[in-house]
């Protein structure tokens, strides 16, 4: 299967004596990757955390159709990804295909307070940023993947996560702020927000450099075009990679839903919905660097579906019986961990699968999976809710994740070699 074989990078040693343990560092272009998406994230979540309370309890959507809505918001950006990735790689231009990716998500701020509360508008404008962010993810991870040594790349992917989760903290702090000092100051946050995604995008654009070329890919590879992006999953091990990662997808609950339904058991204040969102980055940035490494040192696998166990029993502590507070710090714990566990280390755990010269194709066809998978979650999730109640919807999904997670455990197994193996 193929390997990263770059030698410029390989890990650095600092030898202190015999025997001195070493630890993968992290290059510069993951940092500056990583205060990027700091950037974004702060401006995207300013305005993100509150599309719950505005749809639900503000426009009065039913439980399917805020499915329906928020499976568009995590999934809509896959129509562009495969496309994006294979462009990046093709023209050696991840950077470049980031940026337009960056720009666009940064310009719907601005169309923000001229839609007004036009709900088809506002959506387009959702749209926009969503594909934005389906152009930029793929080079981005590409960038990040080639930019870091074979095993130090979920400490990599780690340390990018635990910066852009540190957005997703900030963003609604900073929205919290501003409305505080200047209440109903809405355009203020949309101004804002414009402001901070214009800072991420000059990071990317002035500091950050173009990963060194790669060998052109040999006669017999797959091309940098949609046709070799399909022919990537002719390859078992990464076939199997992508059904894993989309099956779980599909049992996963959107937090948008989580937080709902946390709502729902212990019938709190609404508008404290996106302080939950706090809550989980939180705990996300800080276990993002801890858990890559612990994924490097003991099989990226192993975390990977550990993760799910985690979610899994998040599940379960939504069903349990009302507790209050402890219950809420519990479940936001539990996403965190959950979050920390699986997406970077799945990046890594698809590094390793895929020849450089196809990075960027090979994991937007991984994430383009796992994203329609959310999307179908969402819609399911939302129709068994408002057909038959919100345990019922959370049971169903709670004994799909357990059958797909063992499944998983299995597959990955059954995976030769390195980094899928969990056994």
């Known amino acids: 299967m193929y390997q990263v074989t770059d030698a410029q990078t390989l890990l650095r040693h600092r030898r202190r004596g015999v025997g001195a343990r070493v630890s993968p ?9 990583g205060l990027t998406s700091m950037f974004t994230d702060i401006s995207s979540e300013m ?8 749809l639900v309890f503000g426009l009065g959507l039913s439980p399917l159709a805020f499915g329906v809505v928020d499976g568009l918001y995590q999934g809509v950006a896959a129509l562009v990804r ?16 980031a940026a337009v990716g960056y720009a666009i998500s940064a310009v ?14 506002l959506g387009a404008v959702v749209m926009a940023d969503r594909t934005g962010k389906g152009i930029r993810t793929a080079p981005r991870d590409a960038m990040i993947s080639l930019s870091s040594p074979p095993d130090g790349l979920a400490t990599a992917f780690g340390v990018h996560r635990a910066l852009d989760t540190a957005g997703a903290m900030l963003g609604p702090l900073v929205a919290f702020g501003i409305l505080a000092l200047a209440p109903r100051g809405y355009d203020a946050v949309f101004v804002a927000s414009f402001c901070f995604a214009l800072i991420g995008l000059a990071i990317l654009w002035l500091f950050v450099e173009n990963p060194p070329a790669q060998p052109e890919p040999a006669p ?35 937090d948008a839903f989580v937080y709902l339904s946390l709502q729902d058991a212990l019938d709190f204040e609404v508008t404290l919905l996106p302080l939950l969102y706090i809550g989980t980055a939180l705990v996300y940035m800080l276990a993002a660097v801890p858990i890559g490494r612990l994924a490097d040192r003991i099989g990226r696998a192993k975390v990977y579906v550990g993760g799910y166990v985690v979610l899994l029993a998040l599940y379960g502590m939504l069903l349990a019986p009302a507790s209050g507070a402890a219950q809420i710090v519990a479940c936001l714990l539990l996403l965190g961990i959950y979050y920390a566990a699986t997406e970077g280390v799945l990046m890594a755990l698809a590094s390793t699968q895929l020849p450089p010269g196809l990075r960027g194709t090979g994991l937007s066809v991984l994430v383009t999976g796992t994203s329609l998978g959310r999307l179908g979650s969402a819609i399911a999730f939302g129709a068994l809710w408002a057909a038959s109640g919100t345990a019922t919807a959370l049971a169903v999904f709670a004994v799909v994740l357990a059958l797909t997670t063992a499944g998983a455990a299995i597959a990955l197994r059954r ?4 980094d899928a193996t969990i056994a």
């Open 25 to 33: 560092r992290v290059s510069r272009t993951v940092v500056l990757l």
């Open 47 to 54: 305005v993100a955390a509150i599309l719950p309370l505005y």
């Open 82 to 97: 495969v496309a994006s990735g294979v462009i990046g790689d093709r023209w050696r231009r991840h950077k470049e295909v």
């Open 108 to 121: 719907s701020r601005l169309a923000m307070p001229l839609v007004g509360g036009a709900w088809t508008a």
């Open 220 to 254: 017999a590879a797959p091309r940098p075009t949609l046709r070799g992006a399909a022919g990537l999953l002719g390859e078992r091990r990464f076939r199997r990679l992508v059904l894993v990662g989309t099956a779980l997808s599909v049992a996963t609950v959107t």
């Open 415 to 418: 995976t030769e070699g390195g």
